[in-house]
């Protein structure tokens, strides 16, 4: 990675934790990013970036998500360890069945649904519990968090 | 003479007759019994599973020489047991291996006293306070300073 993609890390790491989570176009996202780094003419480069594999496995390392939706939206994912206590207040609370689990988005109903349902240990889905594919990994760790404390 | 009682002696000694194995003594093991999966629940232990009434909504579904696979709901375990007897409303399962895991992600919490994380900016990153005097900032992530908060400061 060059100087200029750790650049880039940092800033969607910093809007990702301002934000805890976000959905935008790629290119608000990398003007944003470009307009911080004061590069306001890299903006292409920069969105090049965003649906480039390394620079999500990068993100990934700070727990930071970064995905596509299927209406093109990128999403960004404020995924830090939390509390254990803020961990069982997360596990114990389920929003609404068009809420991500983790990420706490809102997705719109469609045919090709954003969130998945949730399975449990036993392979068996969580009624009302729907997750993005891409939080799953982070919502299982948070749960593991979570009901290992309990134990 | 000495020569003809030894073979005698040696004659009285009962031979143990060893036969092939049958053909159908052999099957796939697969076929023959079940691997179950079992999640303990919350609260429970492994020995509270070596109680033989506690298996009476299961027992139908065991048979003698199942292997049952547990661990539990936060992962911290995993163990091998076996099933020696079951009964109508009973089973009797002994363990074979079991071990305890140890955690992917280490806790954030437990920090020392007056001392916190807090993120500072694309540029400082992760940083340790104490109180609100950054000691140490640069960390990539929150649990890298968490760790480092842990292992230096006393």
Same mark, same amino acid.
């Given at each position: 990675? *060059? *100087?200029?993609?750790?650049?880039?890390?940092?800033?969607l790491?910093?809007?990702?934790?301002?934000?805890?989570?976000l959905?935008?176009?790629?290119?608000? $996202?990398?003007?944003? @990013?470009? =307009?911080?780094?004061?590069?306001?003419?890299?903006v292409?480069?920069?969105?090049?970036?965003?649906h480039?594999?390394?620079?999500? *496995?990068?993100?990934?390392?700070?727990? @930071?998500?970064?995905?596509?939706?299927?209406d093109? $939206? @990128?999403?960004?994912?404020?995924?830090?360890? @939390?509390?254990?206590?803020?961990?069982? $207040?997360?596990?114990?609370?389920?929003?609404?069945?068009?809420?991500?689990?983790?990420?706490?988005? *809102?997705?719109?109903?469609?045919?090709?649904?954003?969130l998945?349902?949730?399975?449990?240990?036993?392979?068996?889905?969580v009624?009302?519990?729907?997750?993005?594919?891409?939080?799953?990994?982070?919502? =299982?760790?948070?749960?593991q968090?979570?009901?290992?404390?309990?134990? | 003479?000495?020569?003809?009682?030894?073979a005698?002696?040696?004659?009285e000694?009962?031979?143990?007759?060893?036969?092939?194995?049958?053909?159908?003594?052999?099957?796939?093991?697969?076929?023959?019994r079940?691997?179950?999966?079992?999640?303990?629940?919350?609260?429970?232990?492994?020995?509270?599973?070596?109680?033989?009434?506690?298996?009476?909504?299961?027992?139908?579904?065991?048979h003698?020489?199942?292997?049952?696979?547990?661990?539990?709901?936060a992962?911290?375990?995993?163990?091998?047991?076996?099933?020696?007897?079951?009964?109508?409303e009973?089973?009797?399962?002994?363990?074979l291996?079991?071990?305890?895991?140890?955690?992917?992600?280490?806790?954030?919490?437990?920090?020392?006293?007056?001392?916190?994380?807090?993120?500072?900016?694309?540029?400082?990153?992760?940083?340790?306070?104490?109180?609100?005097?950054?000691?140490?900032h640069?960390?990539?992530t929150k649990?890298?300073?968490?760790?480092?908060?842990?292992a230096?400061?006393?």
């Amino acid at each position: 990675m *060059t *100087t200029f993609a750790d650049e880039i890390l940092d800033q969607l790491q910093a809007v990702a934790i301002a934000h805890g989570t976000l959905r935008t176009s790629d290119k608000a $996202l990398a003007e944003v @990013v470009a =307009n911080a780094l004061d590069a306001p003419e890299r903006v292409a480069e920069i969105r090049r970036h965003l649906h480039s594999m390394p620079l999500r *496995t990068a993100l990934h390392a700070r727990d @930071v998500l970064l995905f596509f939706g299927f209406d093109g $939206l @990128v999403r960004l994912v404020d995924a830090q360890p @939390v509390s254990d206590k803020a961990a069982r $207040l997360r596990v114990a609370h389920q929003p609404g069945p068009d809420t991500c689990r983790f990420c706490l988005m *809102t997705e719109k109903r469609s045919l090709q649904p954003e969130l998945m349902p949730e399975l449990d240990d036993r392979g068996q889905r969580v009624p009302g519990s729907f997750l993005h594919e891409a939080c799953m990994p982070a919502w =299982n760790r948070l749960r593991q968090q979570a009901t290992r404390k309990q134990a | 003479m000495a020569k003809t009682e030894t073979a005698a002696a040696h004659d009285e000694t009962p031979i143990r007759e060893v036969r092939p194995l049958p053909a159908t003594s052999v099957a796939i093991a697969e076929a023959r019994r079940v691997t179950h999966h079992l999640v303990l629940p919350a609260g429970m232990t492994l020995d509270d599973l070596q109680l033989p009434e506690i298996w009476i909504n299961l027992a139908s579904k065991l048979h003698r020489h199942d292997l049952i696979e547990v661990t539990d709901e936060a992962g911290s375990m995993w163990a091998l047991m076996l099933v020696r007897e079951v009964g109508p409303e009973h089973a009797r399962i002994e363990p074979l291996l079991g071990r305890e895991l140890a955690p992917l992600y280490e806790s954030i919490d437990d920090l020392p006293l007056h001392h916190r994380v807090h993120y500072l900016g694309p540029k400082r990153r992760w940083g340790v306070l104490h109180d609100k005097r950054i000691i140490k900032h640069g960390f990539t992530t929150k649990t890298d300073a968490a760790n480092w908060a842990k292992a230096v400061i006393t």
